[in-house]
């Protein structure tokens, strides 16, 4: 179990290090959004009620080329960062959620047909998080962390409305395997951080019972100074963790200003990647 | 072609079955009072015990409140009824909240002498105490360290203890006087504890819930205290108890009594040996009820407290003199050692 962990944990971090050698000519993309919209989250650790209220979320996006096999290859670094202020329907109880979350993809250019393009790959994740309950006493919150191997895809649409030119891209991300923490059914935190008595916390997870998808629909428009993202960001999180289940579903709307850059090598490092 | 057909399948299958059924209830008296019943049911960790103890049947309490439950009733009237089901668990950690009224289950106290009054307790304690954060503390004429402690909720730190137990090093003997405790943080407590061994000893087990089954719990994990390395006393100590000491104050109970130079003395404690969790309900009350049982180092419950080594009652002579007869005979206690 401990060498899986630490191969997964490997794997999330090496994916993100084996870019960073990026060295030549490459295009970049980021992007930087923010937005805000509704969740729904169901906690039965915390409560048999669902609860529903305000989600805020800020996301940073790097989408960039990469130097292996001719250039097919791209990388992604997505940080989404975001917070849930939430209440069950009698109105009577407050619930306080925040998590961050990295991932980190490799996509490989799969086909281009004049105006679409498509994009699949392996994706790292890591997540931080945690839920607050106010009103609960031994069980008050859930921490929520999580390293996985997902793989995503994304689809591009590029058009042009009256000599506007526009995107539309739709981006997945389904997680495959991972490790995750979440207490048995009915231990107790005290017992978990006080006492040391840890074991059983954490879970290997995959599709069996751990279903987490992104689903986020974007809509370039280039404007003069800069280039408007509006995205509709669609997460589903949904474990089942010590015969626990949690779920939640955050719906938002993201505004975002993408910046194109062409980063330039340094011309000897650049030279150890042409050919001629 | 079938392949294909046949990976989608099997794709599917196993994404659907990582989706689960919650069960939703209504916000009706029906509704309010199946899922109080649930909760309790699929959490609630005495219920093989409490059936040896006194013959608690969950199935049965269900069909006997079930008929009392209507959707035209009133609030105040379901209230009552949730509460009269809950009181069969007869558990002071079991409490249903509304905005109007919160139902307990006190008779581990109501229904006993109460062995201790702050008027009579104000002779010994003086008006020139010190308070050491959740510690009051004097040293009584015959030279014995008296410190009471109201609530285990006010944080006890290691500095306190330190500032404490050095104002009453020259004492011959102390006092804890635990008594009308209701509990609070278990850490603090224990901290406490600590004191008063030099050696890291095995204080009882400690188990949960591992799923909804009335019988699923985790295999017990024992439970250490660790000495200190502040202060230690290393003197006699009486711990007064009455049956208002409670919850996290009987885990202390439990602990000291299994320490060397430790007597316990006046009635036995009130028991709650469960850490209780917490829910809700659909219309908005909060429910509390004991989720992780406690053993002591013999395996067995303290749900309905601990007895003392020395049991001995407030008599009503004394009060009339203004005398406790618990502290006398702790004084007694530590004066023949």
């Not at chain 1, 629909?217 to 993202?229: F, G, K, M, N, V």
């Not at chain 2, 109080?36 to 960790?45: G, K, S, T, V």
């Not at chain 2, 510690?135 to 203890?161: A, C, K, M, Q, V």
Request: glycine fraction near 8%; charged fraction near 20%.
């Amino acid at each position: 179990m401990k060498i899986y962990i630490l191969a997964l944990i490997a794997t999330c971090t090496w994916l993100p290090m084996a870019a960073q050698s990026l060295a030549s000519h490459r295009f970049e993309e980021r992007c930087l959004s923010v937005g805000a919209g509704y969740t729904n989250m169901f906690d039965a650790y915390l409560s048999p009620l669902h609860y529903g209220g305000a989600h805020v979320g800020l996301m940073s996006e790097n989408f960039s080329q990469t130097t292996m096999t001719t250039g097919r290859w791209f990388a992604q670094s997505l940080f989404v960062l975001h917070g849930d202020y939430a209440t069950p329907a009698s109105g009577s109880g407050l619930t306080i959620g925040g998590m961050a979350d990295y991932s980190y993809s490799y996509y490989y250019k799969a086909s281009a047909k004049e105006s679409w393009t498509f994009y699949v790959g392996p994706q790292a994740q890591l997540r931080i998080g945690g839920i607050y309950n106010l009103r609960n006493s031994n069980n008050p919150a859930q921490l929520k962390l999580g390293a996985n191997l997902a793989v995503s895809a994304i689809a591009k649409y590029a058009f042009a409305w009256r000599n506007v030119p526009m995107n539309v891209r739709l981006q997945t991300d389904l997680l495959l395997l991972g490790v995750a923490f979440g207490p048995d059914y009915g231990q107790s935190y005290y017992e978990i951080f006080y006492l040391g008595q840890s074991e059983g916390c954490v879970h290997l997870t995959s599709l069996h019972n751990n279903l987490s998808l992104r689903a986020n629909l974007s809509y370039d428009i280039q404007l003069h100074a800069c280039t408007l993202r509006v995205t509709l960001a669609n997460d589903l999180y949904q474990w089942t963790l010590g015969k626990q289940h949690y779920r939640m579903f955050t719906h938002s709307v993201m505004l975002g200003c993408v910046k194109d850059l062409y980063r330039m090598a340094r011309e000897e490092e650049a030279r150890k990647y042409i050919p001629y | 072609m079938k392949n294909k057909y046949r990976f989608i399948i099997a794709f599917c299958a196993v994404m659907l079955s990582s989706c689960t059924k919650v069960e939703i209830y209504e916000n009706t008296p029906t509704g309010n009072f199946e899922a109080l019943w649930n909760i309790i049911d699929e959490h609630y960790c005495f219920f093989d015990y409490k059936a040896e103890e006194y013959g608690l049947d969950w199935d049965a309490v269900y069909r006997k409140y079930k008929r009392k439950i209507a959707d035209g009733m009133s609030t105040a009237g379901l209230f009552e009824v949730l509460g009269d089901m809950l009181d069969e668990l007869r558990d002071g950690h079991v409490n249903l909240y509304a905005a109007h009224d919160v139902a307990r289950y006190w008779d581990f106290r109501e229904g006993y002498a109460t062995n201790f009054s702050e008027e009579i307790q104000a002779h010994y304690l003086g008006t020139d105490y010190k308070i050491a954060s959740g510690l009051r503390y004097t040293i009584l004429p015959d030279n014995i360290g008296y410190i009471y402690i109201p609530s285990f909720s006010n944080g006890i730190g290691e500095g306190n203890l330190d500032e404490c137990l050095y104002a009453l090093a020259l004492c011959r003997g102390l006092i804890i006087d635990v008594r009308n405790n209701g509990g609070g943080n278990l850490s603090y407590a224990e901290t406490l504890a600590a004191r008063f061994t030099n050696e890291r000893v095995l204080t009882g087990y400690i188990s949960h819930k591992t799923g909804s089954g009335r019988s699923d719990f985790s295999s017990p994990q024992p439970v250490y205290l660790e000495s200190s390395n502040g202060i230690r006393w290393q003197k006699p100590v009486c711990v007064l108890t009455n049956r208002s000491s409670y919850s996290a104050t009987n885990d202390f109970v439990k602990i000291m009594r299994i320490l060397p130079l430790v007597t316990i003395v006046g009635d036995r404690t009130g028991g709650g040996s469960g850490l209780p969790f917490s829910s809700e309900l659909p219309n908005g009350w909060s429910i509390r009820f004991s989720a992780c049982p406690s053993f002591d180092v013999n395996m067995q419950h303290t749900e309905f407290g601990i007895y003392p080594d020395v049991r001995v009652d407030m008599s009503g002579e004394d009060r009339a003199r203004g005398v406790d007869t618990i502290i006398e005979t702790a004084r007694a206690i530590i004066t023949g050692l």
